[in-house]
């Protein structure tokens, strides 16, 4: 049954996310609302009075009345391929003219597969959501077990009706076929398999988005806590996507001109079996990379001389002094080979 809730999804990637290349490729039917709404990044929102020549403007995907039999459908190729472990079928502001059910299903193909050949018979579509009944105007989250890397999905609506968002939430599973051995990469970077896995605090926006494609497009799009009160300080841990060697680090204060941490230090560890969290132990034995650090506000901090303890590592804690917002954490190092 679906739950309101997508608490249980906390700290996975979105990976159907725009940001990260995420794309609607075709649909059976847009006649009121286009299908590219499904993956915007903010809420839906609802506008009374906004009209269009086919009907009321809907904040996004809106399909007609169907009067044959069948039921109506969208293919999306997901920005990071990867398995996938739960979804949110939200259908806010669609009220009376919400989908009764929903199903999704899913498969993996290499390179970039035309629509006209995913819509084909022969495309190997394996359910990872059976019909399931949706709420008007609500969150409908599901759990999947969806292990296997996948690429690209198909979300079916009966028999029609309107969809607001999509989130499908995993983790990403590169293709590392293709890295050439003594490349460095960034090792945090969610479309290399990064994410961050715990924090103290996440107060105004997300910890993933310090691990997100390119810079910050505003103060929102990073990670930012709340004004600390008391002793202490905040802090984040990132597993990189492969345990590597790292040779370099960026801290990006971008758009945090007043709220920017005034000091960081970095520590790593190789903890390839712990637990999310067991990493906040006493007694994980993080070592020291990068020592205090003064920040400067809406700028770019590069670390390389400075590192020190370099050793392979499977994740890294950023620790900021006291508290306050960093919107980007670069991890570049080269991956370590058996």
């Not at 809907?58 to 293919?75: A, K, L, S, Y």
């Not at 709340?226 to 984040?236: E, L």
């Amino acid at each position: 049954m679906p739950s309101d809730s997508i608490n249980a999804f906390a700290g996975l990637i979105d990976l159907a996310s725009e940001r990260l290349g995420g794309r609607v490729l075709v649909a059976s039917d847009e006649f009121f609302a286009e299908k590219e709404n499904l993956l915007k990044s903010g809420a839906a929102i609802f506008i009374p009075d906004k009209y269009t020549r086919r009907g009321k403007w809907m904040d996004g995907w809106e399909t007609r009345r169907r009067r044959t039999p069948g039921h109506d459908w969208c293919i999306i190729k997901l920005g990071c391929a990867g398995a996938l472990h739960g979804v949110d079928i939200d259908t806010s502001h669609f009220l009376g003219n919400n989908p009764s059910y929903a199903s999704i299903e899913a498969c993996s193909l290499e390179g970039n597969p035309s629509a006209e050949l995913l819509t084909k018979q022969t495309v190997g579509w394996e359910e990872i959501l059976p019909k399931s009944p949706l709420k008007a105007g609500s969150h409908n989250v599901f759990a999947l077990q969806a292990e296997r890397r996948w690429t690209h999905i198909r979300l079916n609506i009966y028999p029609d009706g309107g969809v607001a968002r999509l989130r499908l939430f995993g983790t990403v599973i590169p293709d590392w076929r293709s890295y050439k051995k003594g490349s460095v990469l960034d090792l945090a970077a969610v479309e290399n398999g990064g994410v961050a896995v715990a924090a103290s605090d996440m107060f105004f926006s997300p910890m993933n988005n310090l691990l997100m494609p390119g810079r910050a497009t505003n103060m929102g799009d990073g990670w930012e806590t709340r004004r600390r009160r008391g002793p202490g300080h905040d802090w984040v841990i990132v597993k990189l996507g492969r345990p590597g060697l790292i040779k370099k680090i960026e801290v990006d204060t971008n758009h945090f001109k007043g709220n920017y941490p005034d000091q960081c230090s970095i520590d790593t560890c190789y903890e390839p079996s712990r637990s999310v969290d067991a990493l906040t132990w006493p007694d994980v034995p993080w070592m020291e990379i990068l020592p205090r650090t003064k920040l400067s506000p809406h700028a770019r901090h590069f670390f390389q001389r400075e590192l020190k303890n370099v050793h392979q590592a499977t994740h890294v804690r950023l620790n900021i002094y006291p508290d306050g917002g960093v919107s980007r954490l670069r991890v570049w190092g080269t991956i370590k080979t058996d």
